[in-house]
């Protein structure tokens, strides 16, 4: 088994910042920001030493919770200052982006330091639709045809354009091109059926996050039905799953830290119910195929919980039953919490759990 | 199933018809529009009207052979070579009095297309070839099986169509034949060297789920035609003018009238002045 640390750019939250997203922007103090990417930093060399396989980024907007909207400038900054471990920008949100932009970062990126990225292409969380202004209901079809074209513009070796639904190119040719596939780990990330598809076919991995196993089983269940269908066959290192870890000393501690962190209803920084109700309403989400509502703002869930002992137990059955080769791992909440607790944890599991799962 | 062709044009207008001759054939065609002529050369499954037909017709004289050979004209044994089909082609032009033309050559018929205007560039202002079937590959074989099968090799989503025509498999074992003899081998190297000094605006297009020519052979023509532009259609299969008609029409008509220039957007972003 691998195992990622999920980067957020802790940014330490003052107690009487605004709550609602979008948080005002005047509440941001740069010295805190500049900070917090110091701290990106010293957090990625810290798990590296601790032998952790990746580091992981994500792109959010307009709040202090994951202070990383821009995955590409994360990853070329924590490249540059930290040599060795994996960098996996997972992702780039392509429904509000401009493809080629995102291909050609990537390819750079792959090019100024090969081998050590992991690139990860998304349709993204229903409440970063707003960001960018992307209609809800093009989201699916953008990020199918965006995957697509950056996909295309990796590969062909001819100028080409783009007649498509969302996106339209008259000219395509990037400089630089990435390594081809087998040395450049890409993956689609998501669980519905259409992200599986699309991995399936391009012979891509794939990225679930969240939930709970028997769900997360469902949805790699049918990427490697449809790999199947596709002629090949998926190793452990073709599945990340994304997912909360609560680490205690004992099971009792972790328990109670699970008890405590139940009684919150709402993840830092949500929506406002009247806009977040709106937005469920349009957004239509699934995994493997079977219809669920949206996760707008709601908390996300726990997957791991327990010492070190139970949590190993839970991994091997994570490995089992989802097929997963990297976890990708928080063990804390982003947005708000002690961050010096979350080092003891992150050591806890580097010393405790790390060693014990490399054979799973 | 109905085919596609009884549909009218949005237009209004509906396709007229007509016959030539041109060395002791009798070709039927159907024409449309106003304006500089755009002369179609259909793919192995014949003539049919397509929405991208109607939508050309709005700024071109769309003027669609059907070769010899195909639909209810007699079987064709007389023509041995692709070269000779084209000349042929060249003269039902002639006799339509079309001195200077676009020219639009569909999968089998964009072979054709590419060897008309190999010997006759000064009478071809821009070509353009929808999933030509000039160079292919070495395992190509032509789409063959029950309509359903047929369906989803020529479409990318097959479900999507309103109705898809089925083809008459007595006229397709009349047309095979002729089909064969004329796409083989899958590269002619004298028709690839005519392509490598050929000065005509050419545009390729082929869709990103072409299950009977891979778009892929795309970049061949790129590589090979001093002038070519390559398009690829998100989410069409071979039959790209049925499939998605305006993304086929729109580039293919901006590429007719501005030839390289298609290539500057004249696409408007202001959202409020």
Redesign the interface.
């Known amino acids: 088994m691998k195992v990622s640390f999920f980067e957020t750019g802790r940014y330490p939250v003052p107690a009487d910042i605004p709550r609602e997203w979008p948080v005002p922007s005047g509440a941001y103090d740069p010295a805190v920001g500049a900070k917090a990417y110091q701290g990106m930093v010293e957090r990625a060399r810290f798990v590296q030493k601790l032998g952790f396989d990746w580091i992981s980024l994500s792109e959010h907007h307009y709040s202090p919770r994951i202070l990383t909207p821009s995955p590409p400038l994360s990853a070329a900054h924590l490249a540059s200052h930290v040599e060795g471990i994996k960098i996996a920008l997972l992702g780039p949100i392509v429904p509000v982006s401009n493809p080629i932009r995102v291909a050609e970062e990537l390819a750079m990126l792959d090019t100024m330091l090969p081998g050590r990225f992991v690139f990860g292409l998304l349709r993204g969380t229903t409440n970063e639709y707003l960001s960018y202004d992307l209609n809800p209901k093009e989201a699916r079809e953008r990020t199918d045809e965006g995957m697509e074209l950056i996909l295309k513009a990796w590969s062909e070796p001819q100028p080409f354009g783009w007649q498509g639904r969302y996106f339209q190119y008259r000219t395509v040719s990037i400089w630089p091109r990435p390594q081809e596939q087998s040395q450049r780990p890409t993956y689609a990330l998501g669980v519905s059926a259409e992200a599986a598809d699309f991995a399936a076919r391009h012979r891509l991995g794939l990225g679930v996050s969240y939930g709970n196993v028997e769900l997360m089983a469902k949805s790699t269940g049918y990427y490697r039905q449809r790999c199947t269908e596709y002629g090949w066959e998926p190793g452990p290192d073709d599945i990340i799953w994304r997912a909360n870890m609560i680490l205690g000393e004992t099971d009792e501690a972790a328990d109670a830290a699970l008890e405590r962190r139940s009684a919150q209803s709402q993840a830092p920084f949500p929506i406002g119910a009247r806009l977040r109700s709106a937005l469920i309403e349009q957004d239509k989400r699934n995994v493997g195929g079977e219809k669920r509502p949206a996760n707008v703002g709601g908390i996300l869930p726990i997957s791991f919980c327990g010492g070190p002992d139970r949590v190993i137990k839970q991994i091997k059955e994570a490995r089992e039953k989802i097929g997963v080769g990297v976890l990708d791992l928080s063990l804390a909440d982003p947005g708000g919490g002690d961050t010096d607790a979350m080092m003891s944890k992150i050591e806890l599991f580097g010393k405790t759990v790390l060693p014990r799962i490399r054979e799973i | 199933m109905a085919e596609a062709a009884s549909s009218p044009p949005p237009n209004g207008a509906t396709p007229r018809e007509g016959n030539v001759e041109a060395d002791g054939f009798r070709i039927r065609y159907r024409e449309a529009g106003e304006g500089t002529p755009l002369v179609h050369l259909h793919g192995a499954g014949g003539l049919r009207w397509s929405p991208a037909h109607d939508l050309l017709a709005r700024h071109f004289r769309v003027i669609a052979f059907e070769m010899p050979g195909f639909g209810d004209s007699p079987e064709n044994t007389q023509t041995r070579t692709m070269a000779e089909y084209a000349a042929t082609m060249t003269r039902a032009a002639d006799a339509l009095r079309l001195d200077k033309f676009n020219l639009w050559g569909t999968s089998f018929g964009g072979k054709t297309a590419l060897w008309l205007a190999a010997q006759a560039p000064e009478r071809v202002l821009a070509l353009v070839l929808e999933s030509p079937a000039a160079i292919r590959p070495e395992n190509f074989a032509i789409p063959a099986g029950t309509p359903e099968e047929m369906a989803r090799r020529l479409y990318g989503h097959p479900e999507r169509l309103k109705s898809i025509p089925v083809a008459d498999p007595a006229i397709r074992a009349k047309t095979q034949p002729l089909v064969n003899r004329l796409l083989a081998p899958p590269r002619d190297a004298e028709l690839e060297a005519r392509m490598a000094t050929m000065e005509t605006p050419t545009l390729v297009?082929f869709g990103?789920l072409d299950h009977v020519i891979p778009p892929e052979m795309?970049?061949h023509y790129?590589?090979l035609m001093p002038n070519c532009?390559?398009?690829?259609?998100?989410?069409a299969g071979h039959v790209i003018g049925a499939e998605?008609p305006e993304?086929?029409s729109?580039?293919v008509e901006d590429f007719l009238e501005r030839h390289e220039a298609?290539?500057?957007?004249r696409?408007e972003t202001l959202i409020h002045p």
């Open positions: 297009l990103t795309g970049r790129k590589a532009h390559l398009v690829l259609v998100y989410d998605r993304a086929f729109e580039v298609f290539l500057i957007s696409t």
